[in-house]
């Protein structure tokens, strides 16, 4: 059968199917070590944490961890001053993916610019702190802020950026609680695909350290992280760990059709090719293994692959025991003893980024498609034998002979689950 071409000779099948392929080719983040892909990756590869302590209302000093860019980059101060700190983290990672991916606004359709962010909660921090400032004045709400509905609606943050970019397409937000990140850039693929925009700004933020009410919670749970080092209390399988540090983060990936990136040259982080999300329903809190493993396989089924091809797994493990022995349980469930699979854990580095863990975590392992080096999982000095996972990377990073294809878990409450595979980009 010959093949049929376009005017300019092209293979009109093979650009069909680029159009139905959507890669990642640009990257803007922050995370608590880290303020770009290159000092992120670094940080990781060398062990270094990015937790630390903060003061926060009511409690004192509490763990967490927290970011270090400059919302100045971008940003005049008043716009910082009337906006939200999740706002600034999503126009920084917005502006740094569209430099990232070298694209010149000003050649390409705005309107045809989708922005897709996932959220763990949104409007906490400005109701709490406004709450706050006006017990001082004996409750009078008339210094309650006027600012405060645009702050805390649930698309500021997304909405936020159109306002800074000049973005007139279409912007949401998508609560999803700790899966919220990787279902960003889930919703940022799908929109591609329908033809709804030619170009996604998707991923995930979170200002959450902001809000004392996170920690109060967590720490009445008996799951909220302690340690007298506090770039040692985050610690997924290890036998002593005691519970999530709260960070705050940011990661926006620009995303884009296989046949857009051709055209213009673009570099091409990864093609995503597979994707999951499906619901526990069977708790508020506690994770569901089974459904947790049945979400890989479905993200795998997508994909096309076995759980053989799969090279890295990078866990959502959090550090809290019940949650981390479950998604161990889950990954048994699904890969086996297969010794292809490596799995590792981000959270060590920078504790628990929320909104942002899913997008930020897998965009972290992209660079072992070059550097074929696995990053390691930190803090752990006496592994659980429940969560001694078959080629689990521990306390220094791992060279391997192949990375293909990384799949990112996310889990969050009230039993969300995602999965997100991504592929090397080969042509």
Known sequence: MVAQKDDTGHNITAKMNDETRIVITGIGLTAPNGNNLTEFRHNLLAGKSGVGKIETHYMGEVIAGICHFDPLKYQKKKEVRRGTRAGSIAIYCANEAIADSKLALSSVDKSKIGIYLGITEHGNVETENEVYNIKQYDYNVDLWSHHHNPRTVANNPAGEITLNMGITGPHYTLGAACAAGS?????????????????????????????????AAFKNEGALASHPDPQKACRPFDKQRNGIVVSEGGCICVLEKLSAALERGARIYGEVV???INSDASDFILPNPQRQAECMRLALKKAGISPGEVDIVNTHATGTRE?????????????????????????????????????????????????????HTINVDNLDPDCALLNLVINEPRKVDKVDYILNNSFGMLGINSALIVKRFAG
């Open 183 to 215: 279902i960003g850039i889930i919703q940022g693929l799908q929109m591609l695909l329908l033809g709804e925009v030619d170009l996604a700004l998707a991923g995930g933020v979170s200002e959450t350290p902001n809000t004392f009410g996170v920690f």
């Open 274 to 276: 597979g994707y999951a």
């Open 323 to 375: 949650g981390d022995k479950a998604e161990c349980q889950a990954i048994r469930e699904v890969f086996g003893n297969n010794s292809n699979t490596y799995i590792n854990n981000t959270k060590s580095f920078i504790g628990h980024t929320m909104g942002a863990a899913g997008a930020l975590e897998l965009i972290g392992n992209l660079p072992s498609f070059e550097d074929y080096i696995v990053h």
